[in-house]
């Protein structure tokens, strides 16, 4: 006897229905069309990587998130971490035949050996956009124009586009006194401040630095006040990218409302040099739906000529999890928008015409493939979410005519057979 199995899947990864697609579909979409009404061209990389290409690019804590095995060669092998990394692989690899600044987007899933919870995957889509080949400031604020019109192309309206300067924070770890062989475990220990709090923060802060430093680093970090208020308190500092970041970005007709100059961001990915943004969504608690940043040389990883760069990668599954808390994919429809009863051999053909012709004149339309009662056909129709049926039976026939339900509100109507696609253009799918 054949043994059953167990039909299960593991934890963080997950199965969509066609409900859960068709909503998915919608919001990728939405945000494709985005990228694209911006100039951004598509690209593909491999699902896996050679370990080496993605080892020690995401700092030792993403490095521990790697998914990584050897193959049946012995072959270290990772699964993709993130798109940006790959990208630089592929650019490094093409640059020559690539227009530089180059404009790229990817949507993609990738994998992390993280642990589950809500809003966090293992297998999840990112949604990545990337100009690569210049170091114009221009490039950071549009990068951030495109997030701001993401999440209102999707119905957001009360979301935050946190936003800060690795260079900025570099100078300010400097002027306070904190020695540069510490710089990258500070800015670590900063990141957790919205995760852990100010008190906690500084614990472990006094444990590599001094009292001292620590007060005086977070008086300055956490420091509260309009945008032009803290960027102009920073004077000292040489806020100058982050000022003219902060202009572009209004110039580009992003609404204040939704910037946030946010020292406290400190983004712990390896290679972000320059500005850096991150959005968090103010009535849904999920973390933050998008991060990115300017990377100074990260294809000097994998060749030596240098490319700067900034980009984006949105969370794509976090995305469509808020739309659901705020009721934004409640009216998502399925494909099938006609569906045409079959009776019996005798009005078969009948029923293929009359499916030929509204797949001809661009309706979404199925045929029901058994010739079964009715009740049964609007059974289906009605679990398929199928909002309209077409019934042509052999009284239609006779009659030149066909019936149409409407499987929302349960009504009927009969219209001559050489207006059904004119009356079904009348109607609301």
């Given at each position: 006897?054949?043994?059953?199995i167990t ?36 690209i ?24 990584q ?40 899933r ?18 990545d ?21 993401v ?5 957001f309206?009360?979301f935050?586009?946190?936003?800060n ?30 995760k ?5 923060v ?20 956490t ?23 902060f ?13 946030l ?13 320059g ?52 009721g934004l ?9 006609v ?26 339309a ?11 056909q609007?059974?289906?129709?009605d679990?398929k ?15 030149e ?29």
């Open positions: 006897m054949t043994q059953i039909p299960k899947i593991l934890k963080g990864t997950r199965d969509f229905l066609p409900k859960d697609m068709a909503k998915r579909q919608y919001v990728m979409e939405k945000i494709r069309s985005t990228f694209i009404r911006f100039g951004y061209d598509t593909e990389t491999p699902v896996i990587e050679y370990a080496e290409t993605l080892l020690g690019k995401y700092g030792d804590e993403g490095s521990k998130l790697v998914y095995f050897k193959d049946n060669g012995g072959r270290q092998i990772a699964l993709r971490y993130d798109q940006t990394v790959p990208f630089a692989r592929l650019v490094a690899a093409n640059y020559q035949a690539l227009p530089m600044p180059f404009k790229r987007y990817q949507i993609s990738v994998w992390r050996a993280d642990r589950p919870a809500k809003g966090r995957y293992r297998e999840f889509y990112q949604c956009i990337d100009i690569i080949g210049t170091e114009s400031l221009l490039a950071d604020a549009e990068i951030a124009k495109v997030i701001f019109s999440f209102k192309t999707l119905g309206t009360d935050t586009i946190k936003f300067s690795r260079r900025l924070m570099n100078r300010i770890l400097e002027s306070v006194g904190v020695p540069a062989s510490r710089t990258a475990d500070v800015i670590r220990l900063i990141d957790k401040l919205d852990i709090g100010k008190k906690s500084a614990r472990e802060l006094e444990c590599i630095l001094s009292k001292e430093i620590v007060q005086k680093l977070l008086k300055i970090i420091a509260s006040g309009a945008n032009r208020e803290k960027i102009a308190s920073l004077k000292k500092e040489d806020s100058q990218e982050i000022r003219e970041f202009k572009l970005c209004l110039d580009f007709g992003i609404s204040e409302k939704n910037l100059f946010d020292l406290s961001l400190a983004r712990g990915l390896d290679y972000y040099t500005v850096s943004y991150e959005v968090v969504l103010n009535d849904v608690a999920i973390g933050s739906v998008a991060g990115g940043g300017r990377y100074g040389d990260l294809c000097g990883l994998f060749c030596e000529k240098k490319f700067s760069g900034a980009g984006v990668a949105f969370g794509f599954d976090r995305i469509v999890f808020a739309m659901e808390e705020l994919l409640s009216e998502i429809p399925l494909s099938s928008q569906l045409v009863t079959y009776f019996d051999e005798s009005v078969l053909p009948n029923s293929l015409a009359i499916f030929a012709e509204l797949q001809e004149f661009g309706f979404n199925e045929i029901y493939p058994e010739a079964i009662s009715l009740s049964k609007f059974k289906y129709a679990k979410e199928i909002p309209f049926v077409v019934i042509c039976g052999s009284d239609e026939i006779q009659k005519a066909v019936t149409i339900k409407s499987m929302k509100t349960g009504k009927q109507k009969t219209v001559p057979r050489n207006q059904l696609t004119e009356y079904l253009k009348g109607l609301s799918f």
